[in-house]
């Protein structure tokens, strides 16, 4: 079977997803990635925090704009184009993919503006947009709330993202150990779990461990005797260490629209709990895999009053279950493994999809 050069776009110079360095590591067979091979997703606090500033910055100027994601390449050393997130000006063949409707632009003030849909519009029905990559389902629902036409509609496939299927070391674990990763702390939920961690801690003995590059030191200072806190952890520890020696995975993650942290988990076999957000019900199904607690439509993830505490007992409640029932915690651990091995979120899975999605692209 002949090789397919496929390379990889993206409208920032660093891939901000996991996503793509899974691809990258575990391609199809016969696809050969271009682009992205010597970049890697930001894994050092002191430069994420000066990332996140340039990203803020060229966002507040990009909107002035109202330009999508327009991304253009002088090499021309690929079969077909795979867009992050981003809409091609060269007319090569080219597929996008994205993990919700609005982030075809720096911001949704872009993406839902008359300026911004015209112009995304005019792009997915190009000849040569082969296909249209949405990450989940709720993210293709995003795009057909917008884009009226069946023409971009048809375009669609459902691709979900993959991680690999990390070998789950038994767990020698006295007592259980709680678990939250998330670069946003306050975003993704951090303070949610150090509080559920402290209620917790009051009834039960648990061990519990917080990786975040923007935890706040007064964070730190207060609960860094009762939670084991780290700003930066090397990949080799996070994923052979602090991840298999997980029993629960606790993620609100109040601003996703996927969350590669729990797939990650998943793949160790750790059972999630977990908020309603956006595509949450895709990844986690309530009672199968993980706890999916229902939060308040507006919730203020800085400081937590009556409706956040309410959210809070809620998710310790869920934690409580698994604390005490080590046959749920297994049940769910094995639905997680089952999930990655050979399930939707599996490199399997994905790269038949991408094996035939680029073949079919380069024919046309």
Same mark, same amino acid.
């Given at each position: ?14 891939p ?5 360095r ?26 994420? +925090? ?9 966002? %507040? ?13 002088i090499?021309? =050393?690929a ?22 409707y609005?982030?075809?632009?720096? %911001?949704?003030?872009? %993406?839902?503006?008359?300026t ?22 709720s ?5 057909? /709330? ?10 669609? !496939?459902?691709?979900?993202p ?17 678990l ?11 303070? *949610? ?5 402290? =209620?917790? /801690?009051?009834?039960? =003995? ?9 935890v706040?030191? %007064?964070?730190? !200072? ?24 997980? =029993?629960? @995975?606790?993620?609100?993650g *109040?601003?996703?629209? *996927? ?6 988990a998943m793949?160790?076999?750790?059972p ?5 957000? @956006? ?11 993980? @706890? ?13 009053d009556?409706? !956040? ?21 297994k049940?769910?651990?094995?639905? #997680?493994? +089952? ?5 939707k ?5 994905? #790269? ?13």
């Open positions: 079977m002949q090789t397919i050069r496929v390379r990889l776009k993206s409208f920032t110079p660093i901000d997803s996991s996503n793509y899974y691809m990258i590591s575990y391609p199809p067979s016969d696809i050969e990635f271009v682009g992205f091979r010597n970049k890697s997703v930001i894994s050092k606090p002191n430069i994420f +925090k000066k990332w996140s500033i340039l990203k803020k910055s060229a966002r %507040s100027i990009i909107e002035v704009t109202k330009l999508p994601n327009l991304i253009f390449s090499k021309k =050393d079969d077909i184009f795979h867009c992050s997130h981003s809409l091609l000006l060269n007319n090569f063949p080219w597929v996008t993919d994205f993990e919700h609005w982030t075809f632009s720096v %911001s949704a003030k872009i %993406s839902y503006s008359t911004g849909k015209k112009i995304i519009n005019n792009f997915l029905k190009k000849k040569n947009c082969k296909k249209i990559l949405p990450w989940t389902i993210a293709k629902e995003s795009l057909e /709330q917008v884009i009226k036409n069946k023409e971009i509609l048809d375009k669609c !496939e459902v691709v979900y993959a991680v690999p299927f990390f070998q789950k070391k038994k767990s020698n674990n006295k007592i259980p150990s709680l939250f990763v998330g670069r946003y702390f306050y975003e993704k939920g951090g303070l *949610f779990f150090v509080k559920v961690v402290e =209620d917790l /801690q009051k009834k039960y =003995d648990v061990d519990a461990k917080l990786v975040s590059f923007t706040p030191e %007064s964070i730190i !200072e207060k609960y860094g005797s009762k939670i084991k806190i780290f700003k930066q952890v090397p990949n080799e520890v996070l994923f052979n260490k602090i991840y298999p020696e997980a =029993d629960v @995975f606790i993620y609100p *109040f601003t996703d629209t *996927f969350g590669f942290s729990l797939l990650e793949s160790f076999g750790i999630i709990i977990t908020t309603n957000a @956006f595509a949450r019900e895709e990844i986690v199904t309530n009672n199968n895999n993980g @706890f999916i607690v229902n939060r308040p439509d507006k919730i203020n993830f800085f400081k937590i009556r409706k !956040e505490n309410n959210l809070v007992n809620n998710l310790v409640r869920k934690t409580a279950l698994l604390i005490e029932n080590l046959s749920t915690r049940k769910m651990s094995k639905e #997680n493994r +089952k999930l990655i091995k050979n399930g979120f599996s490199i399997k899975n994905r #790269n038949k999809k991408l094996r035939i999605i680029y073949e079919e692209a380069t024919k046309q």
